[in-house]
């Protein structure tokens, strides 16, 4: 059993009150969280100096390794635009895990991500979860978590210039609810037969909606516009579906019917400007009128919307915009672990999760704040600490 401690350290578990202790980490788990002053130190164990050591941080909504990093447009892989209904593609055949924007992100102290296809498409594709610190993209895999919808603007805009469907926001939901009807066909037939016979003629865009249908699967639906952000509740409704509302960004508008809903909501990108027609009414208040009616939400990126490194930097604008420092610290980390549906692994500085930690030399929302060393899955892979 590989055995080290990081000792020395003001630990923020995230899921209770800071203190001054150490970790123990074995075989890449959390093993045992204690206070007080070591009675045996080894060379191999790390000494925290005193900084604040944390769980990593999460983004929740990115396309990493989707649009490559100076690769132009043969370094795209986010959007295929052949179809409008696509959710049989998978995320793990599009990734490029190599990409140099995973060390980025390392460096800055996140250690996961979920990524994957973009949102020209009514039904786009799956979603992963990731760590950032691993070798290659297998060791990496958390889970895939979710499937990917979009409303409004972007698939209405890309396909009225291919003079195809969907060109209005009626088509699109209308597009989606046929889909999702028709697999819901499509798995009662499957399970319904008693004879190989029996069973429909196989059909992998089915396929890939049935743990949705079946609660497994989240639907991480892009919505900016009130309306749009209706209407995936009004789907996901239709189809007792478990929403993520990606985007969110006229979210504060409508914050109070979100909260009686009970909906989650992914804000961002937050550092970008109003350049869109959805992002008009676009507000760094957006997270705190939401937090405050009481949603549940985390903070992305949207990157390369808004670059990666710059996850803790949109918290802290949020911070500014009335959200409350704890919450935001919780929306990079447990809450973002919790609504990507892997909190059982990551998130909180706990005995049994993964040993995906980071050391700081400061508060993680403060800009000068910097990340002294990065561990994934009990790792050291960055490391400026020592």
């Given amino acids: ?156 805009s890309y396909y009225a210039e291919r003079d195809e469907a969907p060109q209005t926001r009626m088509a699109t939901a209308a597009l989606i609810r046929e889909t999702l009807y028709k697999a819901k066909q499509y798995a009662e037939q499957k399970r319904s037969a008693e004879e190989p016979s029996d069973l429909p003629d196989f059909d992998l865009k089915y396929e890939a909606l049935i743990p949705l249908l079946e609660g497994k699967l989240k639907a991480h639906i892009h919505c900016h516009r009130a309306d749009d952000i209706l209407t995936a509740l009004r789907l996901c409704e239709e189809f007792s579906l478990t929403p993520l509302l990606i985007h969110c960004t006229e979210g504060h508008l409508i914050a109070d019917i979100l909260a009686k809903k009970g909906a989650e909501a992914v804000v961002g990108p937050v550092i970008c400007d109003r350049g869109k027609p959805e992002m008009a009414h676009a507000s760094l208040e957006n997270a705190a009128k939401l937090s405050r009616a009481g949603v549940k939400l985390a903070i992305c990126t949207d990157h390369p919307e808004v670059q990666i490194d710059f996850l803790a930097a949109s918290a802290a604008f949020c911070v500014k915009h009335g959200l409350p420092h704890d919450t935001a610290i919780r929306a990079l980390t447990l809450t973002a672990a919790e609504l990507g549906g892997f909190a059982d692994r990551c998130g909180s500085v706990e005995a049994g999760k993964d040993a995906d930690l980071i050391i700081l030399s400061g508060d993680p929302l403060d800009i000068n704040t910097d990340v002294l060393l990065t561990m994934v899955n009990g790792e050291t892979v960055y490391d400026k600490l020592r």
């Fill in 1 to 156: 059993m590989r055995s080290l401690m990081i000792y020395n350290a003001m630990i923020m578990p995230v899921n209770s009150l800071p203190m001054k202790g150490n970790v123990i980490i074995e075989d890449g788990k959390i093993a045992h969280i204690f206070g007080g002053t070591p009675t045996h130190i080894s060379d191999d164990d790390i000494d925290a100096k005193g900084n604040i050591l944390m769980p990593g941080l999460i983004d929740i909504h990115t396309h990493m390794g989707f649009i490559g990093d100076g690769a132009g447009d043969e370094g795209i892989d986010v959007n295929e635009g052949s179809s409008p209904v696509t959710p049989q593609l998978r995320a793990i055949d599009g990734i490029n895990y190599f990409d140099g924007y995973f060390k980025d992100a390392v460096k800055a102290g996140i250690t996961t991500v979920i990524t994957g296809v973009g949102s020209l498409n009514a039904i786009g594709g799956s979603m992963i979860a990731v760590k950032t610190g691993c070798r290659y993209l297998d060791e990496a895999l958390i889970d895939t978590v979710g499937i990917k919808f979009a409303l409004g603007e972007n698939p209405k």
